[in-house]
């Protein structure tokens, strides 16, 4: 089945520690995303590729980095994680950045700093 | 700009009781919205998705939504809840000024009594 991967589900680092969280798709959808959700709160974007396009949100941190080698793989890179990073980090895909388009998620990667 | 409501951080329903999870929506044209599901320890889930067709939306799992203009609402209902159903529903719109972009409600933790 067409899928989104994310790998691992689960992730433990230490403070100041760089970590990188991995999604891949078998979708081969345009778009890439990457979503942080704190507990008990709604899921908050990060960024985006199309493509090989790059699209910052304007309050994600400059500790938060993404790199999109090719069409499937996405990986977000956490420079140096502190506390507050502490989350689920969700991967999403969607074809185009179309309104009407559907995203489609990833189980997520639950990271946890010490 | 465009947002979500979802009244009520926390809902709980007899098993075969009726589901009615509540979102208002806040736009200036007519809006794209969406319902998503999380389990726990999971990524979202589309239930259904409203794009200007028909305004009763049908989605998986036996979840209608019905889009009201006039009360600027698109409430989720099941006729007859399953224990299965225990998840987080988060209601969400894509803005028109960032067609790649989703903005999700809080979410409602929706808790099913035996």
């Known amino acids: 089945d067409a899928m989104v991967i994310q790998n691992p589900r689960y992730q433990v680092t230490q403070f100041g520690k760089p970590v990188t969280l991995s999604c891949s798709q078998t979708l081969n959808h345009n778009v890439m995303y990457w979503y942080q959700q704190k507990s008990s709160q709604a899921p908050k974007l990060l960024f985006h590729?199309?493509?090989?396009?790059?699209?910052n949100e304007a309050d994600t941190p400059d500790n938060f980095q993404s790199r999109r080698p090719n069409t499937s793989f996405c990986f977000l890179d956490i420079r140096s994680p502190g506390l507050g990073d502490a989350a689920m980090y969700l991967c999403?895909?969607?074809?185009?950045?179309?309104?009407?388009?559907?995203?489609?998620f990833g189980p997520g990667t639950r990271l946890l700093v010490l | 700009a465009q947002s979500v409501t979802q009244l009520g951080s926390h809902v709980s329903v007899s098993e075969g009781a009726l589901v009615l999870l509540r979102c208002n929506y806040s736009s200036s044209v007519p809006p794209y919205l969406f319902w998503y599901v999380q389990y726990p320890n999971q990524g979202l889930q589309l239930l259904l998705k409203y794009t200007s067709a028909a305004t009763l939306v049908k989605g998986i799992n036996g979840f209608e939504a019905e889009f009201k203009k006039s009360e600027t609402s698109f409430h989720l209902t099941k006729p007859s809840a399953h224990m299965s159903d225990a998840a987080e529903y988060f209601c969400?719109?894509?803005?028109?000024?960032?067609?790649?972009?989703?903005?999700f409600g809080s979410g409602t933790r929706l808790s099913i009594r035996p």
């Open positions: 999403a895909t969607s074809r185009d950045v179309a309104i009407q388009e559907t995203q489609y």
């Open positions: 969400a719109v894509t803005p028109y000024s960032s067609a790649s972009k989703i903005i």
């Open positions: 590729y199309y493509d090989k396009d790059f699209n």
